[in-house]
């Protein structure tokens, strides 16, 4: 491309924005909020159906959005925490063997390069050079599959667990808490399906994926335990 008098413009640079980039906090996001809206609100349905008073109602989601947001956190710090220290041993184990076996630790990398389509001279000119910047970088990201960008965080991933859930769950509970009286069941389960339906669709946007599939997949399930658990809450409800 040239520019003013004839002088040559340098090409833009190209950053191209991938949906993968989004799949891990995208994922932690929608599972979160859809796990807040969908057992919160069974939990109250449940208990609507067995034909609790409102303030009943009300306490048990209430109570559901903070006793599921905390085991979302802990069960994601738990699960975390043991990534990570997976990952550390492995970074160990891959630590002294390069300070054991150099040379096995670089065929072992020109090899990877030359399974993924380089030809063995420019697979092991590769290998040397990134293992002359930082081998355990290299050896961490090319063969064990860890990079900065997917290193485990167990405290973020536990906040972020939490604050997804009990931004699903409050919808339902402020349904019910704003609801006229008698009506805190239906109004719970309609906003509920609704919120279900908005979060299939900015998740599959984000995503890039098909809205239409992501938005009834979610009403199907979210629906579906909702009934599940009313069908329950009547029965033992009549029955005591």
């Known amino acids: 491309m040239s520019g003013p008098a004839g002088q040559v413009s340098p090409p833009r640079a190209h950053h191209a924005v991938h949906y993968v980039n989004r799949t891990g906090w995208l994922r932690a996001a929608v599972l979160g909020a859809n796990d807040g809206i969908v057992s919160t609100a069974s939990l109250m349905a449940g208990i609507a159906a067995s034909g609790a008073e409102a303030g009943s109602i009300l306490l048990t989601g209430a109570a559901a959005l903070v006793a599921g947001a905390m085991s979302m956190a802990a069960g994601e710090y738990v699960s975390v925490s043991a990534q990570s220290e997976t990952e550390r041993a492995d970074l160990a184990k891959e630590r002294k063997a390069l300070a054991q076996q150099p040379q096995a630790e670089w065929e072992e990398l020109r090899d990877i390069y030359v399974e993924r389509g380089l030809s063995a001279d420019l697979a092991g000119q590769v290998a040397h050079q990134l293992m002359a910047a930082d081998a355990l970088a290299a050896h961490a990201r090319d063969e064990l599959g860890i990079s900065d960008l997917s290193r485990p965080r167990p405290v973020q991933a536990a906040l972020a667990s939490a604050a997804a859930f009990a931004?699903?769950?409050?919808?339902p509970v402020l349904a019910a808490a704003l609801s006229p009286a008698g009506w805190a069941g239906g109004a719970l389960v309609i906003v509920s399906l609704l919120c279900l339906v908005l979060l299939g669709y900015v998740g599959a946007r984000l995503?890039?994926?098909?809205?239409?599939r992501s938005v009834l997949r979610t009403f199907f399930w979210g629906l579906l335990a909702m009934a599940v658990t009313a069908g329950a809450g009547g029965l033992f409800g009549a029955a005591i």
């Open 167 to 171: 931004c699903g769950a409050l919808p």
């Open 207 to 212: 995503g890039g994926a098909k809205p239409a």
